[in-house]
């Protein structure tokens, strides 16, 4: 069950989405401003209905044509390594901090605290790379983009 | 006219600066292209942001170097350690390979940069002497044939990413999707802002280009840790130079039909230039007297990849100048940077930035020049460049694409687009969905939805205004044959294959 499942599962989230959003159409896209006469036919939220639905019909379509030996194939040599996705969450998750923090703290000191923190996650323990590359990498491209491109990044409390 | 804007585009280019920042492209596009998993596309996604600061011409100019380089640099992990760096260079590492393993391993990396620069500046002839002529029938399409042209472009790209034409058309009818996030421009109705303001300026192109494939590529790397290895490589025992310009004069036929092929592929939106470098290396092969030879270290298949690798790069260029449709990812990327400097691909940049285009034309020849000078001095240091750990390699990527990401809108929100696609992107890898259409119907979405609604409001709501135009007509005929046959082909192939599990 499950590994029919995880054959299909890309297929249906698809599917899934395309339906969500031909659903959320009518919510996300008001129309009840509109005046006058519509002389192409087509408003705003022609296009949004004609897509969703083509990604759900293209999902179910992927699904009736899987082909059954190719997936047992790659099913067989696939298996899911938990904890290399688990650090592409961890990754993702330091991102989503590093946007939160960088208003407080400024750009310099939180892009050498990520890059510290994505460098260990993949795997380098080595101190001196731990600190020179982040410190060197964040300062560069301060300097780059605020003297060179003249654009300003965020700076937090400190700088 | 070609010839005064000809001349004034050198008075631009051999500008001290204006050489500096095209040797810089060119080293960037070198250093990117030699890395195995970062491709040429991630690295003009990551130069981009750097532009935003410069005039429109200099953007594009160091653009065109990353875009060059970066397509011949595949060549020199393809021939030292048979890890092609771009996907463009495999047919480059089946002989590449055997050569460095006999041995001759400066002579193939020195073929491999004399035929991409040979490739790379037929090429730019073709991109002077065609876009011209095409943008002078593009002005003559309406808003049907548009529409029909660039839904066509749509289909071909999605029908030939990947290797499930179903998995591209549903990749770019995403991107179709995500480009209708923002105010609609025709009716002033914001459309999937979710009550966030910063969504009415729709999601950005940029943004969504640096996630789909460099936080992308980056979240992929840290699954996979891999490690490259890096083989012993035998000694240089040829004797004498084999690699002269002798021996490209005397495979001149092959070398123009080579490059030729990846004009001509290169122009056909979203084939790219794995395509044509199987194309080029089969016929080589086919028209070769030693045909045993391929395979083995034929320097016939070397020169065949790479030219018409290279080749691809200007006849990418065609189209998305001309028609504002992109030939390669990379080349969509392009046109997304000729947006952001305030230029409108299509026909009319002829018309009215006649000066900047042909300067930026002049540039593609310079570019492939200074790949010259510059490629021989990498292919000694490449070595020492893949000894650089994943771990501190992807990290800095890291660091770019989020700068990227921040220096397009200014704001944190950037970033957020960045990372939002940057988690589709690698859901995409994980499970077969190509993300150049998506890539390609973000940009063209607002074109497509813009011509579609025009030719209605011109017909009042009448369909059949694309099947009364001879253009038009030939367009969408195309687009059936391109969409239905791979369909219909794969539903045969699933009856045939119930049909012979039930014998």
Known sequence: MLVILYKYAPSICTALIGLAIFILVPFQIDLSHMRGSNLSGVDARTLPYLLSFSIIFLSLLEIILINRKKTKESNANKKPQYLNMLRVCITFLSIVLWILLV????????????????????????????????????????????????????????? | ??????????????????????????????????????????????????????DSLSGIILLTGVYCAGTYAGAITAILINTPGTPSSVTTAWDGYPLTNQGKAPDALRLALYASVIGGLISGVFLILLSPQLAKIALKFGPPEMFALTFLGLTVIARVSGSSPIKGLISAAAGLLFATVGIDLISGVPRFSFGMNFLNAGLGVIPACIGLFAIAEVFHQIEKRNKIFIPEIPESSSKINEVSWRLLLKHKMLLMKSSLIGVGVGAIPGTGGSVASFIAYDEAKRASKNPELFGKGSYEGLMASESSNNGITGGSLIPTFTLGIPGTSSAAIFLGALMIHGLTPGPDLFRFQGELIYTVFLGFFIVNIIMLFLGSIASKWAISLLKIPNSILYPVVLAFCIIGGYA?????????????????????????????????AL????????????????????????????ISVFFIILVALTTLIPIIRNLKLSKNFKKNTKN
């Open chain 2, 408 to 440: 397009i809108t200014g704001t944190l929100t950037g970033v957020g687009v960045s990372l939002f696609f940057g988690v589709i992107g690698y859901l995409m890898l994980k499970n077969g969905y190509p993300p150049a259409p998506m890539v390609i």
């Open chain 2, 443 to 470: 940009i063209l979405g607002p074109k497509v939805e813009e011509s579609l609604r025009q030719s209605l409001i011109l017909s009042s709501g009448d369909f059949s205004i694309f099947f009364t135009r001879p």
């Open chain 1, 103 to 159: 208003p407080i703290i400024g750009f310099i000191i939180s892009m050498i605290i990520l890059l510290a923190f994505v460098m260990m996650v993949m795997g380098n323990r080595k101190i001196l790379q731990l600190i020179l590359v982040p410190v060197i990498t964040s300062v560069l491209l301060n300097y780059i983009f605020t003297t060179f491109l003249g654009r300003t990044l965020p700076t937090g409390i400190f700088f």
């Open chain 2, 1 to 54: 006219m070609l010839l005064d804007y000809l001349l004034h585009g050198m008075t631009q280019l051999f500008a001290l600066d204006m050489l500096l920042l095209m040797c810089t492209g060119v080293a960037i596009g070198l250093f990117i292209g030699a890395m195995p998993g970062l491709t040429v596309t991630l690295g003009v996604a990551l130069v981009l942001p750097f532009t935003f600061g410069l």
